[in-house]
């Protein structure tokens, strides 16, 4: 079962525009992090964000976590042609001894 | 080149048959992931190992089993292979001690194993 749920499920903007992508879950967690997938390919790490953390920066990526809504959103700005790829959210809860995964964002750039 | 080496990249094979796909963590992580990932059901969770002992069951069937060796390979052997085993399968490694806090990094995902059923 899929702990986060990705919001949307596909997301097609124009080149240098910004990317916002939705994440939520379920339970209590340790942290959430994001992965870039490029089709067919393995899995990325991006960012990780800690329960007690509400946002963090790394490079062109924000991400923000409202643990009262159980939500955490990535944002890409200025968007690339090479941003082009699935978006995963992974949820790390006390315990668990895993991550779980969303069913991911398709993120298309257009030139 | 993530430093977790998966092999072989593609697998094809007739249903009924077992095969083993094999992951080499990153050089110093001693917890080694198994995912899969197909088209209906996204990421799936099915174990972990740590320093080779196995820590965390997720969705395996019982046909599927893993190992992990002394030299901190792990080895997913999967039988009576049935068609709807067509997946991407993805080995991750991670640095951290095996705390019940979870995580204090990311996963380090190889290239995966393309398993075709026929």
């Known amino acids: 079962s899929q702990q986060g749920e990705e919001d949307p499920q596909a997301l097609s903007i124009q080149e240098g525009e910004n990317a916002t992508m939705n994440c939520s879950y379920k339970t209590s967690i340790n942290n959430l992090q994001w992965y870039r997938q490029n089709s067919g390919r393995g899995l990325v790490h991006l960012i990780l964000?800690?329960?007690?953390?509400r946002e963090k920066h790394s490079g062109r990526l924000r991400v923000t976590l409202d643990t009262s809504k159980k939500s955490s959103s990535l944002l890409i700005t200025a968007s690339r042609a090479a941003d082009t790829a699935s978006y995963f959210c992974?949820?790390?809860?006390?315990?668990?001894?895993?991550?779980?995964f969303g069913q991911g964002t398709r993120l298309t750039i257009n030139p | 080149d993530s430093g977790v080496t998966q092999t072989p990249k593609h697998l094809i094979t007739a249903t009924g048959q077992r095969v083993t796909l094999r992951c080499s963590p990153r050089?110093?992580?001693?917890?080694v992931y198994w995912y899969q990932q197909s088209l209906d059901q996204g990421l799936q969770f099915l174990i972990q190992y740590y320093n080779g002992e196995e820590r965390a069951k997720g969705n395996i069937l019982e046909r599927f089993s893993a190992q992990q060796f002394p030299d901190l390979h792990s080895e997913l052997n999967l039988s009576s292979l049935e068609l709807g085993d067509s997946a991407l399968y993805f080995c991750?490694?991670?640095?951290?001690?095996?705390?019940?806090?979870?995580?204090?990094?990311?996963?380090?995902f190889g290239s995966g194993t393309r398993l075709t059923v026929v």
């Open positions: 964000i800690r329960s007690n953390e």
């Open positions: 992974a949820t790390d809860a006390w315990g668990a001894q895993k991550l779980v």
């Open positions: 050089s110093g992580d001693l917890s």
């Open positions: 991750a490694s991670s640095v951290d001690s095996n705390l019940p806090g979870g995580t204090n990094y990311g996963y380090t």
